[in-house]
């Protein structure tokens, strides 16, 4: 499975992105996809996350209500994945890994698009 990301960016406080996460490959057995954020100094933590079917979305408490995941499969073996950055906030400030993973693939990661948030 490959991963390629876009969408990130500099905006300022109160500003939105929209990232955006391709997925190829096998990606009939990604079972679900999501995005995690990395800041200087800090751990990879998990932003979004969403199902391939996207029936169950799973959101970090500090973007409920700003960021929103959503997903679309295409018959051609391509999925990808968005996230909908609203209200971003200096601390939203991270490189952003797009992340596809499946019983049959293991867990797959993107090479990460920068969201700077000017306050």
């Known amino acids: 499975v490959q991963l390629v990301e876009s969408g990130g960016g500099l905006v300022q406080a109160g500003g939105s992105l929209r990232l955006s996460c391709a997925a190829s490959?096998?990606?009939?057995?990604?079972?679900?996809m999501g995005w995690y954020r990395q800041a200087p100094g800090k751990q990879r933590e998990l932003v979004a996350a969403i199902t391939t079917g996207g029936s169950t979305t799973n959101y970090a408490d500090s973007v409920k209500g700003r960021f929103t995941i959503s997903t679309i499969s295409r018959d051609n073996a391509k999925n990808t994945v968005y996230l909908q950055m609203n209200s971003l906030k200096p601390e939203d400030t991270a490189v952003y890994y797009c992340?596809?993973?499946?019983?049959?693939?293991?867990?797959?990661w993107g090479q990460g698009t920068q969201v700077t948030v000017s306050s």
């Open positions: 992340n596809a993973q499946g019983v049959r693939i293991g867990v797959h």
């Open positions: 490959g096998s990606t009939f057995s990604i079972n679900a």
